[in-house]
T-cell receptor
């Protein structure tokens, strides 16, 4: 089983739609969780961290369910510029240590 | 700050040749990571350093791959000899706390 699993998509949605991505991780000792965004032929960039209480940044909401080892990302009122691959990321070392494990990503295409 | 700098941005070489990829991390960052990304396998961690010391190289595919960090501002990833299956985008990233900042990557093609 992969350490971080995501649905690869693609998710094709119309502009203005709400879309949700899910991710599961296998290491129950994981401490930190993130969503990264990667545009085509570019490097990954941090989109947002994911906190146990859930957190929101504008149109983006991230949630964590430690019991189910499940992370989600919700994008509301999607824009054409949201088209990218979204990577679910887990820091799996106890106490941090900065070693991140990346999911293979979910591709989003927002269309007119 | 200019961000993480990688060179070359593109490299095309022939099977059997030595390839050296270079990385300059963000000043003040004490962690440096080398990743490889392919369509089939996604983003894989090859090796990472803390304060110039290799901490975990379990992701290095085989002895053909080696990485060094002689000082806080420079690291290299070397493949010798290169093979067609090494074709991928190689990213370097650096961090201080949690967020990792990635360089633009080196797109390697081995013919």
């Amino acid at each position: 089983r992969k350490e971080v699993e995501q649905d690869p998509g693609p998710f094709n949605v119309p502009e203005g739609a709400t879309v949700a991505f899910n991710c599961t991780y296998s290491n129950s000792a994981s401490q930190s969780f993130f969503w990264y965004r990667q545009d085509c032929r570019k490097e990954p960039k941090l989109l947002m961290s994911v906190y146990s209480s859930g957190n929101e940044d504008g149109r983006f909401t991230a949630q964590l369910n430690r019991a189910s080892q499940y992370i989600s990302l919700l994008i509301r009122d999607s824009k054409l510029s949201d088209s990218a691959t979204y990577l679910c990321v887990v820091n799996s070392l106890p106490g941090g240590g900065n070693k991140l494990t990346f999911g293979t990503g979910t591709q989003l295409k927002v269309e007119l | 700050d200019a961000g993480v700098i990688q060179s070359p941005r593109h490299e095309v070489t022939e099977m059997g040749q030595e390839v050296t990829l270079r990385c300059k991390p963000i000043s003040g960052h004490d962690y440096l990571f080398w990743y490889r990304q392919t369509m089939m396998r996604g983003l894989e961690l090859l090796i990472y350093f803390n304060n110039n010391v290799p901490i975990d190289d379990s992701g290095m595919p085989e002895d053909r791959f080696s990485a060094k960090m002689p000082n806080a501002s420079f690291s290299t990833l070397k493949i010798q000899p290169s093979e067609p299956r090494d074709s991928a985008v190689y990213f370097c990233a650096s961090s201080h706390i949690n967020e990792q900042f990635f360089g633009p990557g080196t797109r390697l093609t081995v013919l």
